[in-house]
């Protein structure tokens, strides 16, 4: 009868180095994604810190100037200014605090809307699941970027209601999923 062969105690097989490289390759390129989140969070929360000027005041005189790079840039603006003179980056920083709000206020009560309609429909079942159901089709049947504009056309432009529009869209998914 032949002798089997052992590994050497402690020493990792060409095998396991192998799958844990396999392993990693795998795990890698949700970490891009995520970093690019992560740098996009800090730079709206650390916008008061990072914007070099204030973005809504403008100077006429630095009106529409060109990005750093680019002939006739201003020194004091990397991404150069709008027609009133007000800085990009600022407007940039900022404007991502508000589309981060946005964000996270519209998929928390999504969730919420949805999670408490499905729960109802599944729970009371008969008509009411029936009628709810419907409901929901009926707004997965419409197209969600001409509801956004007509809703936006049709009421003042704020948070309260970019929040309702995402609500609006986005809850059957929720109401099915449950």
């Given at each position: 009868?032949?002798?089997?062969?052992?590994?050497?105690?402690?020493?990792p097989?060409a095998?396991?180095d192998?799958?844990v490289?396999?392993?990693?390759?795998?795990?890698w390129p949700?970490?891009?994604?995520l970093?690019?989140?992560v740098?996009l969070?800090l730079?709206?929360?650390?916008?008061?810190?990072?914007?070099?000027?204030s973005p809504?005041e403008?100077?006429?005189g630095?009106?529409l100037?060109?990005p750093?790079?680019l002939?006739?840039a201003?020194?004091g603006?990397?991404?150069?200014?709008d027609r009133?003179?007000?800085?990009t980056?600022?407007?940039?920083?900022?404007g991502?605090?508000?589309?981060?709000?946005?964000?996270?206020?519209?998929i928390?009560l999504?969730?919420?809307?949805?999670s408490?309609i499905g729960?109802?429909?599944g729970f009371?079942g008969?008509?009411?699941e029936?009628?709810?159901m419907?409901?929901?089709?009926i707004s997965?049947?419409l197209?969600g970027?001409?509801?956004?504009?007509?809703?936006?056309?049709a009421f003042?432009?704020?948070f309260?209601?970019?929040?309702?529009?995402v609500?609006f869209l986005l809850w059957?998914?929720y109401?099915r999923?449950?």
């Amino acid at each position: 009868m032949p002798s089997a062969t052992h590994a050497t105690p402690g020493a990792p097989l060409a095998a396991d180095d192998a799958a844990v490289a396999r392993r990693h390759d795998r795990r890698w390129p949700p970490a891009v994604p995520l970093a690019i989140v992560v740098l996009l969070v800090l730079c709206a929360v650390l916008a008061p810190l990072l914007a070099p000027h204030s973005p809504v005041e403008g100077s006429l005189g630095e009106r529409l100037a060109p990005p750093i790079g680019l002939e006739g840039a201003k020194p004091g603006h990397l991404l150069g200014t709008d027609r009133h003179g007000r800085d990009t980056l600022s407007r940039l920083l900022y404007g991502a605090r508000i589309s981060l709000a946005v964000s996270v206020v519209g998929i928390t009560l999504t969730g919420a809307a949805g999670s408490l309609i499905g729960l109802l429909a599944g729970f009371l079942g008969g008509w009411t699941e029936t009628l709810l159901m419907r409901l929901a089709d009926i707004s997965l049947s419409l197209p969600g970027i001409l509801i956004a504009v007509l809703l936006s056309v049709a009421f003042e432009p704020s948070f309260t209601n970019v929040i309702i529009v995402v609500v609006f869209l986005l809850w059957p998914s929720y109401a099915r999923l449950v």
